[in-house]
């Protein structure tokens, strides 16, 4: 049989072509349709020939460094261009197959042991190029991960001062920003605690990749917010913007739970959704019915000293669906429920405030409500927790005051 190293040399050029194919044909693979064939290929070639050392009988051990330089180089790369984790492992598996495909002849041409013996070596140098790309993967994740840290703890404290200053004008403004610039901290402060020293592929979990990707996830929301707040300010209209589309119900309340997770978990609360009977797909503006949720959430856990906070979603009669937050906290006095939604106005006694509130979450979420064509009740009394209902149209109508954009009328 022809030498597997000299062969995948002789069609370095043909497993390339074969393989950006593949990977651009691969729906698990979703992060490539964006990017040319240059940014597909990567380090691809010099990791093919790396590997053709390495299949030779005899490789040198600087052989082997420029494999681990490549493959680190590799996961560096993929994490630069919003690959996950699975995508990565995804292209390795598509990459030995092709490599596989293309060598048949040579790999058929010698016996069944030699035959054996090559695909082994080739599986165990893609294996280890898996470990290695998705080490610098992490690394690169978590460099990312410390430098939003800094970035929105300058953030916080320049809208702490800023609302200092100008309460009235930027308190909505830094509430909005408040929710999902803490869940991030808490994020980081729970992954940045961990020795770095020991962030290997075998050490770090599939968990702590997620919350890594959640992280991101959130600073990206964060950023949208910030600009599409600056830009209404820009203009001259006090209308806003509603932006119509299809919203998978289950998956954005799910969304909104992952985010506050780590939340509810430093005070040891259960949160949970049950979306069995919700309306699988909505029509009205993602974006606002997330701050309502979101909003209704953080509420209730800040509230909520020990229990849980369960989010109901349900079907109603006339065209209409219910988003109940219910929480085992406080509650809220019969003669406060008139004023709950007023701003700047907090429930219970002097003492009870909660240090990072500033009596803005539900004045927010009334208007949100109102301008998503709904309307929200409350049932609460004083150590029985508080339950909040929001009953929206399943299908939103453009017949408010408000400015309606599809999402088809921006040519999306």
Not at 37 to 61: C, F, K, N, V
Not at 154 to 177: G, I, P
Not at 231 to 252: F, K
Request: charged share 25%.
């Amino acid at each position: 049989m022809k030498d597997p190293g000299q062969a995948l040399l002789d069609k370095v050029d043909i497993i390339i072509d074969a393989w950006i194919k593949e990977v651009r044909r691969d729906i698990d693979i979703d992060s490539t349709q964006e990017l040319t064939y240059i940014e597909i290929r990567d380090g691809l070639p010099g990791m093919l020939q790396a590997m053709a050392t390495l299949l030779t009988p005899s490789p040198l051990d600087d052989q082997d460094q420029a494999f681990k330089d490549t493959a680190l180089e590799h996961g560096t790369v993929r994490a630069q261009q919003g690959f996950d984790t699975a995508e990565i492992v995804r292209e390795y598996r598509v990459l030995r197959n092709v490599i596989l495909m293309v060598l048949e002849p040579e790999l058929s041409s010698g016996t069944v042991k030699q035959a054996l013996t090559a695909v082994r070596k080739i599986d165990h140098i893609l294996d280890s190029a898996v470990l290695i790309s998705l080490d610098s993967y992490i690394k690169h994740r978590f460099d990312t991960l410390e430098q939003m840290q800094g970035q929105l703890l300058l953030t916080n404290q320049e809208l702490t001062r800023l609302v200092q200053s100008q309460k009235d004008n930027l308190s909505h403004l830094a509430h909005e920003l408040k929710n999902p610039l803490n869940a991030m901290l808490g994020f980081s402060s729970i992954l940045l605690r961990k020795q770095r020293k020991q962030l290997t592929p075998e050490a770090g979990s599939s968990m702590e990749i997620k919350q890594i990707e959640r992280v991101i996830s959130n600073g990206r929301q964060l950023l949208r917010l910030i600009n599409n707040t600056l830009e209404a300010s820009r203009q001259e209209s006090q209308q806003i913007v509603l932006t119509m589309e299809l919203v998978p119900v289950p998956d954005l309340v799910q969304a909104v739970i992952e985010t506050l997770a780590p939340t509810a978990q430093l005070k040891a609360l259960t949160l949970a959704a049950n979306c069995d009977r919700a309306p699988q797909q909505i029509t009205t503006d993602a974006l606002r019915l997330q701050q309502v949720l979101t909003n209704l959430i953080s509420n209730a856990i800040r509230y909520t000293d020990s229990g849980s906070v369960d989010v109901t979603c349900y079907e109603v009669e006339g065209g209409q669906w219910a988003i109940a937050v219910r929480d085992t906290g406080r509650g809220i006095s019969p003669e406060q429920h008139a004023q709950i939604f007023e701003p700047y106005f907090r429930a219970g006694g002097e003492g009870s405030y909660a240090p990072e509130s500033s009596g803005l979450g539900l004045t927010i979420v009334n208007k949100l409500v109102r301008l998503l064509q709904g309307r929200i009740e409350l049932v609460s009394a004083v150590g029985e927790g508080s339950t909040f209902t929001v009953f929206l149209p399943v299908e939103m109508e453009g017949d408010t005051g408000d400015k309606i954009q599809k999402i088809g009328d921006r040519g999306q």
